[in-house]
């Protein structure tokens, strides 16, 4: 795409460049990650780029010849290490989608990467959120271009949620579009806002140490969201070579049959050329955006589980072979998560904060008085620039199924 400066400036302009790239048939596109040349050094503006890349078509790390624009992790700060390290990882780990989505790009013409328009062409709003993206069919992509609010210690980000349930890729945390609104994001250091359509399924091979195999592979983790029924067909092929072209190929249909009270979720028998991948796979089905169930079934057996209340995660895992189907039945009063947490991370957010002790110890006051914020904290009882942007994060957690500011 050009060799674009290290500033913040060209990463807020990367986004909406790549997504209205589609618009002239560039799917398939790229840029240096990070920036190529000039510029200044910025780690926080590194690692939200870094962010950003995994939910690009190329992730690519790349930069002129200057000892000074280094793109190894290990030669920043630690959160910024961190973030690099978890974003390669992740990149690596959505093989599976990113392969089955490019051949559908082959297949259908539908580029990875989408304006928002394109599903929602009649809606003003869809034109609006120039950065935002859908990613795949599955998720829409909004990244944070900006540097992290001195005050609140987090990233921001203006987005537009379509009407529907919508689950966070990272947090679990479940937002309602209810008719279609726009909301203020925010984000710690360690993600951006990626959010999954109600009953989402998106299929990941497992992190394995030192492996850098793409495709075939024997653990795979499945992330499923909670809020409507769903399908998915994972394509998988050799990988290099045309023997796609005569039918040299594998296909396995997920599906997610949902009910606040019920998620059957099934995996069935793999169809076509089955000798290009193993014959016996490890599967982690993680129920991202979920409440703790009060039983899990595999086949209608009981089977342990654990449940990580920070992603709000149901893990179930299991193994078998891969021309056998797989049922895995989750059964609650209430699975969607309802964002009961809401007070524990306003906590996290203000011991973070860089704001006055006595503003967030009345504030933290008055969120334990009636569990909540509101408007009228925003505008009138912050005092400063910090305080603002801190109540502003918070005020996020208790808008997620509410109508948001106007």
């Known amino acids: 795409s050009g060799d674009t400066s290290v500033t913040w400036e060209s990463l807020e302009f990367q986004p909406e460049f790549t997504a ?47 000892p000074f624009i280094n793109k190894e992790p290990w030669d920043y700060n630690a959160v910024t290490e961190r973030v690099m390290r978890e974003s390669l990882k992740l990149r690596h780990q959505l093989f599976p989608y990113l392969y089955t989505m490019n051949y559908r790009t082959h297949t259908e013409c539908k580029p990875l ?45 203006r987005a537009w949620l379509p009407q529907g349930i919508w689950t966070d890729f990272f947090t679990g945390r479940v937002y309602d579009g209810l008719g279609g609104r726009m909301l203020d994001l925010y984000r710690n250091d360690y993600s951006i806002p990626v959010l999954c359509k109600a009953g989402a399924i998106i299929p990941m091979q497992a992190h394995e140490a030192h ?31 045309n023997e796609y072209r005569n039918g040299a190929s594998v296909t396995t249909t997920m599906r997610l049959t949902y009910t606040d009270q019920k998620a059957l979720f099934e995996i069935n028998p793999a169809q076509g050329e089955c000798s290009l991948i193993p014959s016996v796979r490890q599967y982690a089905v993680c129920l991202r955006g979920f409440a703790q169930p009060d039983s899990v079934t595999v086949a209608g057996n009981s089977v342990n589980f654990s449940f990580d209340p920070t992603t709000h995660t149901i893990r179930i895992e299991l193994e078998t072979p891969v021309t056998q189907k797989v049922t895995v039945c989750v059964t609650g009063a209430d699975l969607r998560n309802r964002n009961i947490d809401a007070l524990d991370q306003a906590v996290e957010i203000l011991k973070r904060s860089q704001a006055g002790m006595e503003f967030k110890n ?32 918070v005020l996020e957690l208790y808008l997620s199924e509410r109508e948001s500011l106007r």
């Open 211 to 241: 492996d850098n195999r793409l495709g075939g592979a024997k653990k795979m983790e499945i992330l499923v969201f909670p809020g409507a029924d769903n399908e998915f067909t994972l394509y998988e092929d050799a990988g290099d070579g």
């Open 20 to 66: 209205t790239s589609s618009n002239i048939g560039y799917g398939w596109w790229s840029h240096d990650i990070g920036g190529h040349h000039h510029g200044y050094r910025d780690d926080n503006m590194t690692a939200r780029w870094v962010q950003y890349g995994v939910f690009s078509p190329i992730n690519r790390l790349h930069s002129t010849c200057n």
């Open 113 to 157: 990467v989408m304006p928002m328009y394109y599903t929602y062409p009649e809606c003003r709003c869809a034109y609006d959120v120039k950065n935002q993206y859908w990613f795949g069919d599955q998720m829409i992509v909004a990244p944070i271009t900006e540097k992290n609010n001195a005050g609140s210690q987090m990233g921001h980000v």
């Open 362 to 393: 009345a504030l933290y006051k008055k969120m334990l008085e009636c569990n909540q914020i509101t408007e009228y904290d925003l505008y009138i009882s912050s005092r400063s620039p910090e305080e603002r942007a801190t109540v502003a994060a």
